[in-house]
């Protein structure tokens, strides 16, 4: 779509993965629609007594951001409230950019986050080198849209965009912690609307697991091998 910008030094294919709780997802599942934070509004530029045009409408900038998921074990499960499972959503870069909807006066930047690492205060008129910038493993997804009811809906402050689901979600992996009944409901939810794959991390030997039923010497495998995955997903979807 041409309003949707990928960074030039992002594969398409990097596959990306975005924490939601179960509410979350059965509202984007429900309304098919993403939501970004948004952020202050630019104030629309007035028109000269000279202008006879009406003065622009003001822009609204809204974030997301996600995580790159280079391996299986990238998703860190441990929550500081583990009263409930988590839920991550599983994508990719070309599958969001491809999965969202813009109007003309809507753009999405899809961009890898960059952090300036701050140093000690600098004496003024020296010359020092331009600080390092790291890169954390995140991408940052900036909507600009105009309009004062950019933000408007249900949420106040959160900004809105029709997504494709079916493009979207590659899958759902739900926390190691999570009942099989919950896997089981989260896995026809999501299936009535798509065609991603529902799995339960898997538990393998490894460093701690506070909290976890199983002792202290458990880790969990956040992303599932796509047989294993598969083969879960067909069990848990609806007849």
Not at 52 to 66: D, F, K, M, V, Y
Not at 177 to 185: H, K, P, Y
Request: hydrophobic residues 40%; glycine residues 6%.
């Amino acid at each position: 779509m041409g309003n949707i910008h990928v960074g030039r030094d992002l594969d398409r294919d990097q596959r990306i993965f975005r924490y939601v709780g179960f509410y979350d997802l059965i509202e984007l599942l429900t309304f098919s629609q993403i939501s970004f934070a948004c952020a202050e509004s630019r104030p629309p530029a007035a028109a000269t007594a000279n202008e006879e045009t009406a003065p622009s409408p003001a822009i609204r900038l809204a974030h997301q951001s996600w995580t790159l998921l280079h391996r299986e074990d990238a998703i860190a499960w441990h929550a500081p409230d583990m009263s409930q499972p988590r839920i991550c959503i599983v994508s990719s870069i070309g599958a969001l950019a491809e999965s969202l909807f813009t109007n003309d006066t809507t753009n999405v930047f899809i961009e890898r986050t960059c952090r300036v690492v701050q140093g000690p205060a600098q004496a003024p008129f020296r010359q020092f080198p331009a600080p390092p910038v790291l890169q954390d493993g995140t991408v940052s997804v900036i909507v600009s849209a105009e309009g004062d009811a950019a933000c408007a809906g249900p949420r106040p402050g959160n900004l809105r965009l029709l997504a494709d689901l079916k493009a979207l979600l590659l899958g759902v992996i739900v926390s190691p912690d999570a009942s099989i009944r919950f896997v089981e409901l989260t896995s026809k939810l999501v299936q009535h609307a798509t065609n991603a794959f529902v799995s339960r991390a898997s538990l393998t030997e490894g460093d701690d697991y506070p909290g976890s039923p199983h002792g202290p010497t458990a880790q969990y495998s956040a992303y599932p091998y796509p047989m294993e995955a598969a083969e879960k997903a067909a069990r848990f979807s609806p007849a």
